[in-house]
């Protein structure tokens, strides 16, 4: 059944083409011209945190939805170099330092009910197109070193700090074995309060990362 439902949203998007959601130019969701229009992000709530656009942007808050809901995986294409970009920005001094080291990708993973519902997960779509840029090898993508352990619910701006933080308690494993020693950059394609992200990164420093940060396509 899934893959019947695959197949008939290609032939969609083969008699209905993509069309960039800001200036309609055909064949992206986002053209090149029209990401360098987006308005950047605000500072997010935790320093190691970096998020590139405003999600309060409609055409940022459309694509993602498009990416999330809508099986509009080119989304991922039109921002992946993008986060590269921004990725080596911030990275900075720490790429001279850990020259020779690669630094682990890892895509907040979703809960396998969810992975099956929708089919693809969005942040692993995200760091595979970061990885078509690196020509250099300084990244190494693994989507087995963090799992997710439970269904959670979606979480809110408006819900108090504790009711996130206990919404997401447990809701992450990590596998010490791939992550010990690591220096990792958490992907994802929105962070709102950050709780999801501190989650993640408290479950793989305890398990012997020996950094963690995060890039975002949105906050």
Same mark, same amino acid.
């Given at each position: 059944?899934?893959?019947l @439902? ?7 998007n083969?008699?209905?083409? %993509?069309?960039? @959601?800001?200036c309609?130019?055909a064949?992206v ?11 950047q ?5 935790h320093s190691?945190?970096?998020?590139i ?8 808050? %459309?694509a @993602?939805? %498009? !990416?999330k ?9 039109? !921002? ?5 970009e921004e ?9 001279h @330092? ?6 682990l ?17 969005q942040?692993e779509?995200l760091?595979r197109?970061?990885?078509k840029?690196?020509?250099?090898g300084i ?8 799992i997710?352990t439970?269904?959670?619910n979606?979480q809110?701006?408006?819900e108090?700090?504790a ?5 997401l308690?447990?809701a992450?494993?990590a ?17 709102t309060?950050?709780?999801?992200l501190?989650?993640?990164?408290k479950v793989?420093?305890?398990?012997g990362a020996?950094?963690v940060?995060?890039l975002?396509v949105?906050?």
């Amino acid at each position: 059944m899934h893959s019947l @439902i695959s197949i008939f949203k290609h032939l969609v998007n083969l008699i209905f083409p %993509q069309t960039c @959601i800001r200036c309609g130019v055909a064949g992206v969701p986002l053209c090149k011209d029209c990401i360098t229009k987006l308005p950047q992000a605000r500072e997010a709530e935790h320093s190691f945190i970096t998020a590139i656009f405003d999600y309060r942007d409609p055409s940022v808050r %459309q694509a @993602i939805w %498009q !990416f999330k809901y809508r099986n509009a995986r080119k989304v991922a294409e039109s !921002f992946g170099e993008k986060l590269y970009e921004e990725l080596l920005g911030d990275l900075g001094d720490s790429l001279h @330092i850990s020259k020779n080291e690669s630094f682990l990708l890892i895509p907040i993973p979703l809960h396998k009910k969810r992975l099956q519902e929708r089919g693809y997960n969005q942040s692993e779509l995200l760091a595979r197109e970061i990885l078509k840029y690196d020509t250099e090898g300084i990244f190494e993508l693994t989507s087995h070193a963090l799992i997710r352990t439970r269904a959670t619910n979606a979480q809110a701006k408006k819900e108090k700090r504790a009711a996130r933080l206990e919404n997401l308690r447990g809701a992450f494993s990590a596998n010490p074995e791939l992550v010990c020693k690591k220096n990792i950059i958490l992907i994802d394609d929105v962070t709102t309060t950050g709780a999801t992200l501190a989650e993640a990164r408290k479950v793989l420093l305890k398990a012997g990362a020996r950094s963690v940060r995060a890039l975002t396509v949105a906050h």
